[in-house]
């Protein structure tokens, strides 16, 4: 098993898988495209259909796609219990993370990361001056995190309590609050969703893969 991955200092898309199939214990190895690369686009166009990563490659199967990849995971390993047990919480799982993986898009483009942003690099030195649809985005966020942690977070200190496929998902979310020094106060939080940054950017597999950025 492989997967196919951007460079770990900032690649968010290839974080989130990465961080499932460690939860699940697989075993598979890595190949790093440099995304940013003079031969980045032949290299592209030979190991994914969508010209984009991350891509998982099983038994003779090309799987593209963060979610599709986690999707994967969550019927080949049901013991990881990638998703909520409880059936509520499960739906709201899935819809939260269906929901980063189309949207917040004034937070992807207002906060990007890449070679000069990096998940695990320094701080920026000025935090960006939120424009209208940024101070939506995390005004959704803060409040997403919140009723999550509220109706479903009782197990644990994750998203729903356990570690779920949304907190792989979210992990690269919380790099951003790092980096840009966004102040989750500022948009309705009562200190809830920045404790949940600090689970994500201390949970054990994403502190390997931020060493493994660094080495």
């Known amino acids: ?5 951007g460079p770990k ?21 890595e190949r790093v495209v440099d995304l940013y690369g003079p031969a980045s686009d032949a290299e592209l166009a030979e190991v994914s259909p ?7 490659n ?8 963060s979610l599709a990849i986690c999707d994967w995971a969550a019927e080949r390993y049901p013991q ?7 059936p509520h919480a499960r739906w ?17 483009n207002e906060c990007g990361m890449g070679p000069d942003h990096p998940m695990v690099g320094p701080l920026a030195e000025t935090p960006p001056a939120p424009s209208a649809a940024l101070a939506a985005d995390l005004k959704r966020l ?13 197990g644990g200190p ?8 949304a907190d792989a998902f979210f992990t690269p979310v919380a790099t951003r609050v790092r980096h840009y020094r966004l102040d989750l106060a500022a948009y309705g939080d009562d200190g809830t969703a920045a404790a949940y940054c600090e689970t994500l950017l201390a949970q054990p597999d994403f502190l390997a893969w931020e060493a493994q950025a660094r080495a």
């Open 1 to 5: 098993m492989q997967l196919v991955i």
């Open 9 to 29: 200092s900032y690649s968010t898309w290839s974080l989130r898988p990465w961080l499932v199939l460690r939860r699940c214990g697989a075993a598979f190895t």
């Open 50 to 56: 969508s010209r984009k990563v991350p891509v998982l």
């Open 58 to 65: 099983v038994e003779g199967q090309t799987i593209w796609d």
């Open 80 to 86: 990881a219990r990638l998703w909520p047990a409880d």
């Open 92 to 108: 709201m799982a899935r819809s939260a993370t269906c929901e980063l993986h189309s949207g917040f898009m004034a937070l992807r």
């Open 142 to 154: 803060v409040g997403l995190w919140r009723e999550a942690r509220d109706r479903f977070g009782a």
């Open 158 to 165: 994750y998203l729903f309590g356990e570690w779920s496929v």
